[in-house]
């Protein structure tokens, strides 16, 4: 049986050149959102543009995974101030989703958030304040069961407002957060 190696790290800054990483890395945060989200966003919303994308490799905010050379994932990971980085974006090529792609690039994030003197994570769930989604219901879950809780919860036009009007439904995003100190 042949072992599959993860390859994970940030990407650099000059990545943002790469035209064909920058497409691949932009459907599948389209592609895993659009499954993620179905209902929530009026049709042809998209998670993120390509030119938003080379911004945050840019910037220095991608980690991505990779097998045997293929791009197969990503998160977007920020500072938010002196004790607490966020990730978000986390999206996995369908082909490899229940692989454990997400786990190892949230673990990744979170090491690297770490020695950068992280002593907490966040994330931001976005989830429809009418229904229950399973997605969501399920995505919730996992996070739970890595140690993350929810801290509070905020409807999303208040915060977001120059994407709300994408919305097809109601939101609120929950702000999850983590201790990192039980992880060193």
């Known amino acids: 049986m042949r072992t599959t190696t993860v390859d994970v790290g940030q990407l650099p800054a000059s990545s943002s050149d790469d035209a064909p990483l920058v497409e691949r890395l932009v459907a599948i945060v389209n592609d895993a959102y659009a499954a993620g989200e179905v209902g929530m966003w009026r049709d042809g919303a998209a998670r993120v543009t390509s030119q938003g994308m080379r911004a945050l490799i840019a910037a220095g905010e991608i980690v991505h995974a990779g097998i045997d050379g293929r791009t197969v994932g990503c998160v977007h990971l920020r500072r938010v101030d002196a004790t607490t980085w966020a990730f978000g974006m986390l999206a996995t090529d369908p082909a490899v989703q229940g692989g454990g792609i997400g786990r190892t690039l949230v673990d990744a994030a979170e090491s690297i958030a770490q020695s950068r003197g992280a002593s907490r994570m966040q994330l931001e769930l976005l989830v429809p304040t009418a229904q229950e989604q399973a997605s969501k219901a399920a995505l919730g879950a996992w996070y739970a069961r890595r140690g993350y809780a929810i801290t509070t919860t905020r409807p999303f036009a ?27």
């Open 158 to 184: 208040l915060d977001y407002p120059e994407i709300a009007g994408h919305l097809a439904v109601e939101c609120e995003y929950q702000v999850w957060h983590r201790s990192l100190a039980a992880s060193a």
